[in-house]
């Protein structure tokens, strides 16, 4: 069996395509892997046994208009150079991860009367999902979504091996309490700015690893030194998993990949959604870890006093505990799932 696996642009598409595609391998299916060519793709797949195809194309919502007549032109040409490419590899089906990179390839493959898969990581449809899932066999889903589209099913987000690991939740009696503080591996500006200063009237002893986002070192490590706060800060951290394991509780952003990793190590979070994520998707990922209690929403726009308030309740009530007792495991079967529920579908 031969897959096209479709995924381009950020981590939070390629790491879960990645992991399906490694699920393909592992079983000895082959994989094609189409993606943009960024650098993060090319990092991602360096080491990967995929055949790895190209094409050009970028989103539609939110570019000028420029850009949109641009893209009238590439999704033809998208579309023909997949049709090339299903005939000469003889593909049998392909798995699209969001975003318009998914568009040509779903269309040459409904052409070509070939079955087209769909994930999408958020609780918010994006606009390529949104599009194609009329058209797929199976619209798998990271986290639930209100109106489910059309032959969905609630797989998870399917996430890297070590962040996959099943932990024990473990209650110590250290008096110290472990915060990993990340905005995304090119930081995020409210992170940096705002969280040393509303730890800064935290009452207890607290040991910070902060990922600030490169160029952005010694501002976050004088925030910290004037909070006299114990504080290491790195522009990335090349294991957040570890990270992750050592805290006792997370503050990040809620980009659906973030959370699902983080949730699948069994800590919780304090998220801060990005307030102009397309649809506002953050915000409900976020909302749908609140409501399996392993974790609290904090919303930019409520201020640096909401902040502060609720990260000296979780502290102080060690709800961070709670979160662990949370623990969340749907996504580490994820990848397993989607391909089990593909191959079934194939063989039929």
């Known amino acids: 069996m031969k897959i096209l696996v479709s995924a381009a642009k950020t981590g939070g598409h390629i790491f879960p395509a990645i992991a399906v595609a490694d699920e393909f391998k592992k079983s000895g299916h082959e994989v094609v892997f189409l993606g943009s060519g960024e650098k993060i793709e090319l990092n991602a797949i360096r080491e990967k046994d995929f055949n790895h195809q190209i094409i050009k194309m970028h989103g539609f919502r939110g570019k000028n208009i420029i850009s949109k007549f641009k893209l009238l032109f590439l ?69 639930p979504i209100k109106n489910n589209p059309l032959n969905s099913i609630l797989s998870g987000n399917p996430i890297r091996d070590n962040f996959s690991k099943k932990p024990i939740p473990n209650h110590d009696s250290r008096n110290n309490i472990n915060i990993y503080v990340t ?20 009452n207890k002893k607290i040991n910070i690893k902060h990922q600030c986002g490169f160029g952005k070192l010694s501002d976050v490590k004088n925030s910290y030194l004037e909070a006299d706060i114990s504080a290491e800060v790195k522009e990335f951290y090349e294991s957040p998993q570890s990270a992750i394991e050592w805290s006792d509780f997370v503050i990040t952003r809620s980009g659906a990949l973030s959370i699902s990793e983080i949730s699948s190590m069994g800590k919780g979070m304090l998220m801060i959604p990005l307030p102009i994520s397309i649809d506002n998707h953050q915000l409900h990922n976020a909302m749908h870890i609140e409501d399996i209690g392993m974790g609290l929403v904090h919303n930019e726009k409520d201020g640096l006093k909401d902040l502060e308030s609720k990260l000296s309740k979780v502290i102080s009530e060690k709800t961070y505990n709670n979160w662990k007792d949370s623990m969340s495991l749907e996504h580490i079967n994820a990848a397993s799932l989607i391909f089990s529920k593909i191959i079934e579908y194939l063989n039929k």
Do not use: C, W
């Open 183 to 202: 905005g995304g591996s090119q930081g995020a500006k409210y992170i940096n700015s705002n969280i040393p200063k509303a730890l800064k009237s935290v």
């Open 75 to 143: 999704i033809p040409l998208g579309i023909i150079n997949v049709i090339n490419l299903i005939r000469k590899e003889k593909i049998d089906a392909m798995i699209g991860f969001g975003g318009f990179i998914t568009v040509p390839p779903a269309i040459a493959f409904k052409i070509m009367k070939k079955p087209i898969f769909t994930h999408e990581q958020n609780s918010v449809q994006g606009s390529a999902n949104k599009l194609l899932s009329k058209h797929s066999a199976f619209n798998f889903l990271g986290f």
